[in-house]
């Protein structure tokens, strides 16, 4: 029987866009989003547990670590503001979304309303990251040549255990 699904071979910018994403604050949960709270937690597979552990750290704390980590200078600050607003509408996006969708009890959805639900939250994950690429292309547009290399390194360690962190 021939084999139907075979193993995606992740290049690397796709690997620093993962990662670029959830350091953002648009990471997507692997769990059923309408699962009360209490019943999410024994229910996430060790995908979603990692994707969420980064939960405790709010918005405004990665926006002030990222900004520490790019070395974000006074003169960039006006489009630095345009990527620290992105962050904050595409977090709160996704938990308008997660709102939402909590209110269905998950009883009530078929396989397909579950596919559906994966989709909306594929949708606004990629909405947001269209928004969160183009407000950090012009920041990145207008670093010095060191600075965008920092720039690089701080997105190719993120979420690799044993990286070098940037300081």
Same mark, same amino acid.
């Given at each position: 029987?021939?084999?139907?699904?075979r193993p995606i071979a992740i290049a690397s910018p796709?690997?620093?866009?993962?990662?670029?994403?959830?350091?953002?604050?648009? &990471?997507?949960?692997?769990?059923?989003?309408?699962?009360?709270?209490?019943?999410?937690?024994?229910?996430?597979?060790?995908?979603?547990?990692?994707?969420?552990?980064?939960?405790?750290?709010?918005?405004?704390?990665?926006?002030?670590?990222?900004?520490?980590?790019?070395?974000?200078?006074?003169?960039?600050?006006?489009k630095w503001s345009d990527v620290?607003?992105?962050?904050?509408?595409?977090?709160?996006?996704?938990?308008?979304?997660?709102?939402?969708?909590? &209110?269905?009890?998950?009883?009530?959805?078929?396989?397909?309303?579950?596919?559906?639900?994966?989709?909306?939250?594929? /949708?606004?994950?990629?909405?947001?990251?269209?928004?969160? &690429?183009?407000?950090?292309?012009?920041?990145?547009?207008?670093?010095?040549?060191?600075? /965008? /290399?920092?720039?690089?390194?701080?997105?190719?360690?993120?979420?690799?255990?044993?990286?070098? &962190?940037?300081?």
């Amino acid at each position: 029987m021939p084999q139907l699904s075979r193993p995606i071979a992740i290049a690397s910018p796709v690997v620093r866009m993962v990662a670029f994403a959830a350091l953002m604050g648009t &990471t997507m949960l692997v769990t059923p989003l309408t699962a009360p709270p209490a019943q999410a937690q024994t229910q996430k597979s060790s995908t979603a547990k990692a994707a969420t552990d980064m939960k405790p750290e709010t918005v405004e704390q990665r926006i002030t670590k990222l900004h520490a980590d790019l070395k974000i200078t006074p003169n960039e600050e006006s489009k630095w503001s345009d990527v620290a607003q992105a962050m904050r509408e595409n977090a709160s996006n996704m938990e308008k979304l997660v709102a939402e969708k909590r &209110t269905q009890a998950p009883q009530t959805m078929s396989a397909v309303d579950d596919l559906n639900t994966y989709q909306e939250f594929a /949708k606004a994950h990629l909405d947001g990251l269209k928004n969160l &690429t183009s407000s950090f292309k012009s920041l990145y547009d207008a670093m010095p040549d060191g600075q /965008k /290399k920092n720039a690089d390194q701080v997105f190719q360690s993120f979420g690799r255990p044993g990286a070098p &962190t940037q300081g």
